[in-house]
């Protein structure tokens, strides 16, 4: 098999996220279920980029899980009765080659450089990597 990857990729930070959660045991399984009011705080040389973002009620933020197992292949999600191994890429688990987290927030005001969000499950200090407005006529898939 031919090498995949022909160049070096670079990730820069566009923010941080702040939380309450410390350690993985405080932090929701899944931010959706959370009613805990949270700040992203976006870099001065990327705050421009904030601009309109008033006009987006849920946010979707792809963002590093900087202390991530970058190893794991498979996991056993948290939920699953049977508790089954499976490969990381058929789980949402936080450990995998490329760890690289997504969730739909809530957006509830901007100061700034700075979103006061809901619904996120990510431990205090993450790195954000991007934010991009949700769109429930693109987004969402109706079965």
């Known amino acids: 098999m031919k090498n995949i990857q ?27 279920f959370s009613e805990t009011e949270c700040t992203i705080e976006i870099s001065d040389r990327f705050s421009e980029g904030l601009q309109d973002i008033e006009h987006s ?3 979707i933020l792809l963002y590093w899980l900087d202390r ?8 056993i999600p948290p939920h699953d009765p049977s508790r089954q191994e499976h490969g990381v890429f058929a789980t949402r688990s936080p450990n995998r080659p490329n760890p ?16 006061i969000i809901k619904g996120i499950d ?7 990597i991007d934010i991009k407005p949700y769109s429930a006529g693109i987004d969402c898939i109706k079965e």
């Open 57 to 59: 009620p849920f946010l």
């Open 68 to 75: 991530a197992d970058r190893t794991a292949l498979k996991a």
């Open 6 to 32: 022909k160049q070096p990729m670079e990730l820069i930070p566009v923010g941080v996220i702040h939380t309450p959660f410390e350690t993985l045991e405080k932090a929701p399984h899944q931010g959706r």
């Open 100 to 115: 690289i987290g997504i969730c739909v927030v809530k957006l509830l005001h901007r100061d700034r450089n700075r979103l």
């Open 122 to 128: 990510a431990l205090d200090g993450t790195p954000l």
